[in-house]
């Protein structure tokens, strides 16, 4: 067998976790069905790697014995030396004799996102769906001239309001209390979108030595802010119902756990108040500080009746819910918040000194008017991305239909399983159809996801028709052999 040594082995074995037969039995299924071709050896290997690159099984981890996963799935210890053989010749295991094997990446793949930015430039006639993010309403300009009204009183003032100005903060009080979460403005600070939010939960709450547990896949801004940090991050698997996040937490008893339970960003799931309450249980058993992202919650459609925010569920001491005007109002509107108890909403003020010093009062000026009287307008985008959503599911359904997802009931993205990990290679090969998405592996660590694609349902319904013909023509290409190291734009022969 041939093992292989060196300093990167010792460097992940010495923090390794593991994964025991039972457990991956479970989890890779009826992996002898998956495909039918092939000796079985085969079979098993694509089974384990599509659980690598998915991210089930995160980077590092210790696989069983040969014999001990023989006995487990009852095939003979060849079966399983000729799998893990075949993974260590793709580079998704490094092992040792007495070792054992853990699970790598190839080079290349472990790497850090790359940082956020614009994927094309405003009105370009690209099909821009690497931001899930939709276009303002024209009404917001009319709110304006409130804000112009009250305006004066402002200039009279220096302008600065670390913790925010106090009637936007009045507003997002309100807004919590209606949901079914009594809020005083002392719970509450302003920031600069939810990106800013996020970080300065980080900052103030936690330290590079300290684990924080996040769900796979998730925001990729939030992995681009805890990656700066240092983070020490642990990374599990989403399911339905946040069980594995929840076992994560006991094994690790992690200070901060940062999640989105409200259409979820980017699969839509929506955790239900049973799964709200198991996940506020289990952070007072640990000792853990839930930040919990609610920038979708407003998008919700589909006649689903709004979930209680999750700190309503006895966790005010043990949530922290981060929300932002960017996915239910506007983007360029960077105006976001943090509801807290007391004491972190002054840490994360004070925190905030580093940063900016405090947001715009013009833009929380028109924050704190939208939320008053903005809910006919979310009615209106809800109603939109509802056809949306619709008129994407059955191009996909027409034009793709080995494509898997599950249709959410809110949020402005479908998570598609492509069936092979192909994700990195269909994107690239997208642009040259004027296409921009974000693969799967932008929303994982270390380059795992690649089975999977986010498609927003942000466009028009004739722009998404047009712009799945494109994924059609890409994915052709894709099949007949074009790789990442043809030249983007460049005719297939």
């Known amino acids: 067998m041939d093992m292989q040594s060196g300093s990167t082995f010792d460097s992940l074995a010495s923090k390794t976790r593991s994964i025991n037969s039972y457990q ?57 030396s000729s ?32 940082p956020w930015g614009p994927a094309v430039g405003q009105g370009s006639n690209w099909f821009d769906l690497a931001i899930a993010a939709i276009a303002g309403d024209p009404r917001i300009a009319l709110s304006f001239a409130k804000v112009h009204e009250v305006l004066p009183h402002y200039l009279a003032q220096h302008g600065y309001a670390p913790q925010g100005l106090l009637p ?34 980080v900052e103030a709450l936690s330290n590079p030595l300290e684990p924080i547990v996040i769900e796979t896949p998730t925001y990729p801004g939030a992995l681009d802010v805890l990656r700066r940090y240092r983070s020490r991050l642990i990374d ?12 994560a937490m006991r094994q690790v008893l992690p200070r901060l756990v940062y999640l989105i339970a409200d259409y979820h960003n980017p699969t839509g799931r929506l955790l239900d108040t049973a799964q709200r309450e198991a996940l506020v249980r289990a952070a007072a058993e640990c000792g853990s500080q839930l930040l919990v992202d609610e920038s979708f919650v407003e998008l919700g459609f589909d006649g689903v009746s709004s979930v209680a925010p999750l700190a309503s569920v006895g966790g005010e ?32 003020v004070e925190a905030r000194a580093t940063f900016d010093m405090a947001s715009p009062i013009i833009d929380q000026l028109l924050a704190a008017e939208l939320i008053r009287t903005g809910e006919d307008m979310l009615d209106y985008r809800r109603q939109m991305l509802r056809a949306q ?10 034009r793709l239909p080995d494509w898997k997802f599950q249709v959410p009931s809110g949020g402005l993205s479908l998570w598609v399983n492509l069936g092979e990990p192909i994700s990195t290679v269909l994107v690239a090969r997208a642009e040259s159809y004027r296409i921009r998405l974000a693969s799967g592996t ?25 712009a799945i013909e494109g994924l059609v023509a890409a994915l052709a290409d894709v099949d007949l052999g074009w790789s990442l190291t043809a030249p983007i734009g460049e005719a297939l022969v």
């Not at 989890?27 to 050896?41: A, C, E, N």
């Not at 996915?327 to 004491?343: E, H, I, N, Q, T």
């Not at 795992?448 to 722009?463: A, G, H, K, V």
Request: charged share 25%; net charge positive; glycine share 10%.
């Open 24 to 80: 991956l039995a479970k989890i890779l299924g009826d992996w002898p069905s998956v495909s039918r071709k092939g000796p079985l050896y085969a079979r098993l290997a694509l089974g384990i790697r599509s659980l690598i690159l998915d991210a089930r099984i995160p980077y590092g981890v210790r696989l069983p014995g040969e014999r001990s996963l023989a006995t487990e799935l009852h095939v003979s210890r060849r079966t399983v």
């Open 83 to 114: 799998a893990y053989a075949l993974l260590r010749d793709e580079g998704l295991l490094m092992s040792r004799r007495g070792g054992g094997s853990l699970t790598h990446l190839p080079p290349g793949r472990s790497r850090p996102g790359a």
């Open 168 to 201: 936007l903060r009045e507003a997002v009080a309100e807004h919590y209390t209606r949901r079914g979460l009594a809020t005083t403005v002392e719970q509450i600070a302003i920031t600069s979108g939810a990106q800013q939010a996020i970080s300065l939960a």
């Open 236 to 247: 599990v698997g989403l399911d339905e119902d946040s069980e594995s996040l929840r076992v």
């Open 317 to 348: 001491s043990r949530v922290i819910s981060v929300g932002s005007m960017s996915k239910s109002y506007w983007a360029g509107l960077r105006v976001g918040w943090v509801r807290a108890d007391r004491a972190v909403i002054a840490r994360l």
């Open 389 to 398: 959503r619709d008129a994407l599911v059955e191009a996909l359904h027409s």
């Open 442 to 466: 932008r929303f994982g660590l270390s380059g795992t996801l690649e089975n999977y694609l986010r498609i927003p349902f942000t466009l028009s319904p004739p722009d998404l028709v047009v």
